[in-house]
């Protein structure tokens, strides 16, 4: 535990989930990641922080690492009796130090609105990129590729080579650990993979969304990228969704990301212009 100023900061436990809970759905000042899973599912994961004026949690932040190396601001609300800044200040020192602790030295978060941007300045964060929407209402199809792979349905015992693809794919930041990959899978509508020589080399894991079907995950080996297999797994997710009634797909992806979206676009995705700033920042050991 530790004082700052008004403020007694200590680490969050599962047994402040109520607590929290209420902070999470009230505060003035909000910002979550584009996340599988719920931060008040992760209060046991470091760095996870508490602020308290008196007896009144006033604030929360949460970096924990995902995959290991690397952690994305997951949460950080601040109630309305403090201003963000007043509260940022020492959470983050807190967090950075417990991440450089854990050899986590790249931090990264989106920018859930303007409010965020003079916190993560002055914490050294950089803008280095951003997640860019698009989406996809019934455009023509192109025909699949002629290759001899067909997807098929993935199933938990999957989990592990959809990990492998997964790791090869995404640089660090943009991977997904375990944890993640499987709460993705348990959320999916449609999970797909494609296999060459019976070996996993490609999948994608599509949820259902207020708007339709969200294509949230999408990656091939790259020792088998540009031979189609992406496209074939669009192709194949678009008739299985025609298939249950969807019409319409939404995705995001990176805007440094050009071949995603050469992909995307040649399906018929259009950009929709939302996009969130992506901000980073690298701790010294
Ligand atoms: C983006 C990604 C999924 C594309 O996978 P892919 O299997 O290489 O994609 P495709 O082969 O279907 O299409 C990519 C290219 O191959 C070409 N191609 C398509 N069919 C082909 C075929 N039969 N033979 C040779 N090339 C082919 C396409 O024209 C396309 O060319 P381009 O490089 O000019 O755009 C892959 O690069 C990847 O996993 N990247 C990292 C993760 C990622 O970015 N995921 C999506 C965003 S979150």
Do not use: K
């Amino acid at each position: 535990m530790r004082s700052t100023g008004d403020l007694v900061i200590r680490r969050a436990a599962a047994a402040d989930r109520r607590l929290v809970q209420s902070l999470l759905s009230q505060a003035r000042w909000r910002h979550f990641h584009l996340d599988w899973r719920d931060p008040i599912d992760l209060l046991d994961r470091e760095p996870n922080l508490l602020a308290f004026l008196g007896d009144r949690l006033v604030a929360h932040l949460a970096a924990p690492p995902d995959p290991p190396g690397a952690a994305w601001l997951r949460s950080f609300c601040v109630d309305a009796a403090l201003t963000p800044l007043s509260t940022w200040r020492p959470l983050w020192a807190e967090a950075a130090a417990s991440c450089t602790a854990h050899d986590v030295l790249r931090v990264a978060s989106l920018l859930s609105g303007d409010w965020m941007r003079p916190l993560l300045t002055e914490a050294g964060f950089r803008e280095t990129n951003a997640v860019v929407f698009f989406e996809w209402r019934r455009q023509p199809m192109p025909e699949p590729p002629p290759n001899p792979a067909t997807p098929r349905r993935l199933t938990s015992r999957d989990l592990p080579d959809v990990v492998r693809v997964d790791e090869r794919a995404f640089g660090l930041l943009w991977r997904n650990g375990v944890e993640s990959l499987a709460a993705a899978m348990q959320q999916s509508i449609v999970a797909t993979g494609i296999e060459v020589d019976g070996r996993l080399v490609g999948y994608q894991l599509t949820t259902a969304s207020p708007f339709g079907a969200h294509l949230a995950r999408l990656a091939v080996d790259p020792d088998h990228q540009g031979r189609g297999l992406a496209t074939t797994l669009v192709i194949d997710l678009t008739r299985r969704l025609a298939a249950r009634g969807f019409d319409a797909v939404t995705l995001n992806t990176q805007a440094d990301n050009v071949r995603s979206q050469d992909l995307y676009r040649r399906l018929g995705f259009r950009e929709t212009g939302q996009r969130y700033p992506v901000f980073e920042t690298t701790l010294a050991p």
